[in-house]
């Protein structure tokens, strides 16, 4: 069974940076797309980044586009998303989540799997 286990939130001020890690257990990540999810008090869970198997495919919300990138070592059963220039606004709990996906290509739906999430606080 693949659990998932994020790391690396904490308390920034607005314009720094933080990198999550999302590490794998239970099973290799190599047919797995991965995605970061966001979500902040008193709003919905919001895609943020995912990333194909191979790495080659990302996307990423159009809010954190510039901002945010999205990796993976598969060897590490990890995959990361440095977050740059940081606002208040990005505040929330991260999560990231896996599905079995073998296309080149990921969305920002359908995962299955899911970690318990990293506190994010953006403020001064």
């Known amino acids: 069974q693949l659990q998932l286990v994020e790391s690396g939130g904490g308390l920034v001020q607005p314009g720094g940076s933080l990198r999550l890690s999302c590490a794998a257990s239970g099973s290799t990540l190599d047919y797995y797309a991965i995605g970061w999810f966001r979500q902040a008090p008193g709003k919905e869970r919001e895609g943020v980044s995912c990333?194909?198997?191979?790495?080659?495919?990302?996307n990423y919300a159009d809010s954190v586009k510039g901002r945010f990138t999205i990796s993976r070592d598969n060897a590490k059963n990890t995959v990361y998303l440095q977050m740059n220039s940081l606002k208040p606004e990005d505040t929330a709990v991260y999560y990231c989540?896996?599905?079995?996906?073998?296309?080149?290509?990921?969305?920002?739906?359908?995962?299955?799997?899911w970690g318990q999430g990293t506190q994010v606080t953006v403020s001064s």
């Open positions: 989540a896996a599905v079995v996906n073998l296309k080149p290509a990921c969305v920002m739906r359908g995962y299955n799997y």
């Open positions: 990333i194909s198997r191979s790495g080659d495919g990302t």
